[in-house]
Structure formats: C-alpha cells, structure tokens
C-alpha cells in the first residue's frame, strides 16, 4: 500500500509540473500582444479617416495609411477603433487606446492631458455656407448661426470669431451633421478644415465657401499619446525620417492630391 501511495504523489508532482511548463509557454506566447497597439480615431473626417460604405466597413484615409505605415517600420500591429471626436482624448487617458491619430491639432488645452508628436500635416479653415446665402466673409456672420464639430480645433476658432463678431456658435459631434443643418437652413454656415470641406464642395453645387481667420496658432495635425509615453519619441524619430525621404509627401498625394 505505501508503494502504491508513493507511486501515485510521484505521478500528481509530475503532471503539477508538466502543467507548469504550459503555462509558462502559454503566458510568453502572449507577449506578442505588446507588439500591436490600439488607435484611436473619429471616422467622419474624410480623407484623414473615414468609411466608404460602398465597399466595406473598414475605417480608410490618410491617418489610416499613416500610423500604418508608422507601425509597420516599429513594429507593431495597429488595430483601429472608432469613437466620437470628442471622446478621443479620455479615452487615451482611460487606456482604451495607446494613440489617436484623427486629424487633431495640439492645443494648449489638450497639452496639458497629453502628449503629441510633431506635427504631420497643416492645413487652414473654411467657412462653408449655401451659396444663395450671400455669406462671403466673416463679418457676413453677424446675426448668424455657424456651425462647428464638438471638440475640435474649429470650435476654439468660432469662439474667437464670436469675440469680434455677434454670431452663435451651434455644436455638433460629426462633421457630416454640420453639412445637413447648412442644407436645413438650421446653421448659416460651419468652419471645416480645408481639405476636409473641399470634398463636400466638389460634390455639392449648392454649397459655398470662404477663408475663415486664422484664430488658432495651433493648427496642423499631430499624433497623440498618453503623457510620458515612450511611443512619443519613437513616432517621432519614424515620421521625421518619412518626411525626409519623401513618403510622407507620397501619403499627402495620394489623400489630399497637393
């Protein structure tokens, strides 16, 4: 009987130890896990980031291509997540994403959350309006109810447009409803990025636009990251180098056609 005893702890201490070893195996195989990131973006903002539903449900654009083309040279996977404007930087904060990438300007705002690589990309603002609406300049705004997405580098723009000129500014979370309360007659008018706006424009004929002032020194896009990430100075080092040998010019091309 003692033999038979003996026997049997001798097998449990094998088998604990066999499991053991899997489970070492099992958690160094999940390692690979730390080579992809989660980025996030607001998918409303053609051609930075956006959905053809004509031909997938896949978030596309020049963003997209961007911290693809980051990643693939650092090596790491990036997965794509989609969430309103709005939202992006808490959830930075939060860790639901490692980076954001959607056409986001650095503000001194937004600075004091996170930290932002250099910038990428710089365009300006338009004021697009109908164009029976006889709007041509900012000071046309006087009386009027312009438009602007929540959260955005625009929406600080109209606060210092109202500063000088008597107009309300309205609130929406997608540029896409900016476009349908110009068409309602609900907004006069909605400050949009330039490369942003012209893809509405050319096509819809009944739309208008103008240069809004440059209110915001802080305009140009950037990527950005949780504060005191080391991803920062990374993303850095790679999007310097696509800026000197051309492909970042590449990526402009083929989003933006300039």
Known sequence: MKKLIAMLLLSIVVLAACGTGTSKEDKSS??????????????????F????????EEIIGFDI???????????????????????LIQALKSGKVDLVLSGMSPTPDRKKNVDFSDIYYTAKDLVVTSKDSNIKSVEDLKGKTIGVQLGSIQAEAAEEIAKTVDVKV????????????????????AIIEDVVAKGYLSKDNKL???????????????IAFPKDSELTDKFNAELKKMKENGELDKL??????N
């Open 208 to 222: 208008a636009s103008f240069d809004a002032a440059e209110a915001n020194e802080d305009a140009g896009s950037a």
């Open 65 to 87: 291509d961007l911290a693809n083309a980051l990643g693939e040279k650092l090596g790491y996977e990036i997965k794509v997540q989609d969430f309103e404007f709005s939202g």
């Open 170 to 189: 309205e609130k929406r979370d997608k540029i896409p409803e900016l476009i349908q309360e110009i068409k309602a007659g609900r907004f006069d008018g």
């Open 49 to 56: 980031e956006y959905i053809d539903s004509a031909k997938s």
């Open 252 to 257: 402009i091309v083929k989003w933006f056609g």
């Open 30 to 47: 999940s390692k690979s896990d730390d080579k992809v990131l989660i980025m996030g973006t607001s998918a409303d903002y053609k051609p």
